[in-house]
T-cell receptor
Framework: DQQVKQNSPSLSVQEGRISILNCDYTNSMFDYFLWYKKYPAEGPTFLISISSIKDKNEDGRFTVFLNKSAKHLSLHIVPSQPGDSAVYFCAASALPGSARQLTFGSGTQLTVLP | NAGVTQTPKFRVLKTGQSMTLLCAQDMNHEYMYWYRQDPGMGLRLIHYSVGEGTTAKGEVPDGYNVSRLKKQNFLLGLESAAPSQTSVYFC???????????FGPGTRLLVL
C-alpha cells in the first residue's frame, strides 16, 4: 500500500519552460512534505519543503504547492535548466513520536532538453 | 565538513556471507537512518536511531541489524546475505527539531 505516489515515472521538458512534478498521498496524518533531487550515483539532496499549515512555498526557481483537500502536492520549476535533469522524490512525514520517518514516492525522472 | 559519509561504496557478496555498512556524520545530529532503494521504488526505511545506544525498526527491518555505539556512527549489518538484499543503501541524519534529512552517497550491494 503506497502512501505516497508519484504516478509519472518520467517527464521531458524543453529548457526555459516550466516543469511540473506531481505527488499524491493517502495518509491524512502527514503534516510535512519534502522534495529531494537525486543525481546518478549520489545520495538524495534536499530541495524544498512545505508544512501542512501552508499551501505554497517558494525558493528561487522552485515552488511547491500543497492541496490538502485533494491530498496532492506539486513541484514547479521555472525556468527549467539542463542541470535540473535528475530524479525527483516526493516525501512525507508525520510525527507519531520522537523521530520523523519519511515515506518516499517512487520518483520522477526529469529530463530538461537543451 | 564532510556531512554524511558511507563505506564501502560498492560490495559484492555471496549468499550467506555477512557484512557491515558504516555510516558516519559530522553534523552532530541526534537522529540517523538507514534506507534501501530498489529499482522503480522509493527509498524505504530499514532502521533508525534517535540517539546513541538506541535503535528502532522501520518499514523493512527483516534480515538487518543496526548499532549506534557512538553518536556520529550508525552501522547496518547483514548477518546472512540474500539475493533479495541486492540494493542501494542510503544513510541519513537529522537533528531532532529539524525536518530535513541529509543523505550520504550510498552503498551499492550485490548479493550473488
Amino acid at each position: 500500500d503506497q502512501q505516497v505516489k508519484q504516478n509519472s515515472p518520467s517527464l521531458s521538458v524543453q529548457e526555459g519552460r516550466i516543469s511540473i512534478l506531481n505527488c499524491d498521498y493517502t495518509n491524512s496524518m502527514f503534516d510535512y512534505f519534502l522534495w529531494y533531487k537525486k543525481y546518478p550515483a549520489e545520495g538524495p539532496t534536499f530541495l524544498i519543503s512545505i508544512s501542512s499549515i501552508k499551501d505554497k512555498n517558494e525558493d528561487g526557481r522552485f515552488t511547491v504547492f500543497l492541496n490538502k483537500s485533494a491530498k496532492h502536492l506539486s513541484l514547479h520549476i521555472v525556468p527549467s535548466q539542463p542541470g535540473d535533469s535528475a530524479v525527483y522524490f516526493c516525501a512525507a512525514s508525520a510525527l507519531p513520536g520522537s523521530a520523523r520517518q519519511l515515506t518516499f514516492g517512487s520518483g520522477t525522472q526529469l529530463t530538461v532538453l537543451p | 565538513n564532510a556531512g554524511v559519509t558511507q563505506t564501502p561504496k560498492f560490495r559484492v557478496l555471496k549468499t550467506g556471507q555477512s557484512m557491515t555498512l558504516l555510516c558516519a556524520q559530522d553534523m552532530n545530529h541526534e537522529y540517523m537512518y538507514w534506507y534501501r532503494q530498489d529499482p522503480g521504488m522509493g527509498l524505504r526505511l530499514i532502521h533508525y536511531s534517535v540517539g546513541e545506544g538506541t535503535t528502532a525498526k522501520g518499514e523493512v527491518p527483516d534480515g538487518y541489524n543496526v548499532s549506534r555505539l557512538k553518536k556520529q556512527n550508525f552501522l547496518l549489518g547483514l548477518e546472512s546475505a540474500a539475493p533479495s538484499q541486492t540494493s542501494v543503501y542510503f544513510c541519513a541524519s537529522s537533528s531532532p527539531g529539524g525536518q530535513t534529512q541529509y543523505f550520504g552517497p550510498g552503498t551499492r550491494l550485490l548479493v550473488l
